[in-house]
Each structure stands twice: as C-alpha cells, then as structure tokens.
Nanobody, 124 residues
Framework: QVQLVESGGGLVQAGGSLRLSCAASGPSFRSYVVGWFRQAPGLEREFVAAVSWRGDSTRYSDSVKGRFTISRNNAKNTVYLQMNSLKPEDTAVYYC?????????????????WGQGTQVTVSS
C-alpha cells in the first residue's frame, strides 16, 4: 500500500510560482507512475501531469504545458510539480496519485492511490 502526502500549496499572485511536493511511503515506490491532478470547485478532477517510474518520461495537459514541470527523486520517495507563470484558472486543490506500472497515463481510473490534496490559489 502506498501512502501519499502533498505539500507546498498556498496563495500566490498571477505570474508567480509554487513547487508542490508529493511524499510517498510504502514498498517499491519506484515501481509506480505518479501523476498530479487538480479539481476546482464545481468541476471534475482533471489530469495535470505524470512522470514514469524512472523519471525519463513525462506527460502534461495542454493547459499547463510549458509552464509546469514534473520530476521525481526516488531516493527521497518524492515527486515534485514546479508551477511557473501561474494563472487564476490554475486555482484548485491539487492531488498526487500513484499507479503501479511503467507507462505514464492521464486517466483518473488508472490510478490506485491518492493523497488528500493541497490547495493552490492564484489571485489576479
């Protein structure tokens, strides 16, 4: 069983940056693909980014491509989401999730474990 804890959320002005962290505990974390999703009030939870177990393959949603960067440090059991050039529409609760296996994926149903989320608020 993998447990995930997100941190790093907060309030930032438009154009600013934040770095989210997802700390994992449990066996064989490096065997898992890790993704970030977000959910704004009244909207469905949507895919943001994912990274392969080795960190050599990534995928991004079109809305964040070029602004966000996902990375991982398996020695620290941690995945990061660096968010730059933030916009008010990035405001949401951000969740990290883990899926056992090799290939990056962007569907909620493919992920087995979820964190509790961290709030990101971008003011205009």
């Amino acid at each position: 069983q993998v447990q995930l804890v997100e941190s790093g959320g907060g309030l930032v002005q438009a154009g600013g940056s934040l770095r989210l962290s997802c700390a994992a505990s449990g066996p064989s974390f490096r065997s898992y693909v890790v993704g970030w999703f977000r959910q704004a009030p009244g909207l469905e939870r949507e895919f943001v980014a994912a990274v392969s177990w080795r960190g050599d393959s990534t995928r991004y949603s079109d809305s964040v491509k070029g602004r966000f960067t996902i990375s991982r440090n398996n020695a620290k059991n941690t995945v990061y989401l660096q968010m730059n050039s933030l916009k008010p529409e990035d405001t949401a609760v951000y969740y990290c999730a883990a899926a056992y296996g090799v290939g990056v994926r962007d569907q909620r149903g493919d992920y087995d474990y979820w964190g509790q989320g961290t709030q990101v608020t971008v003011s205009s």
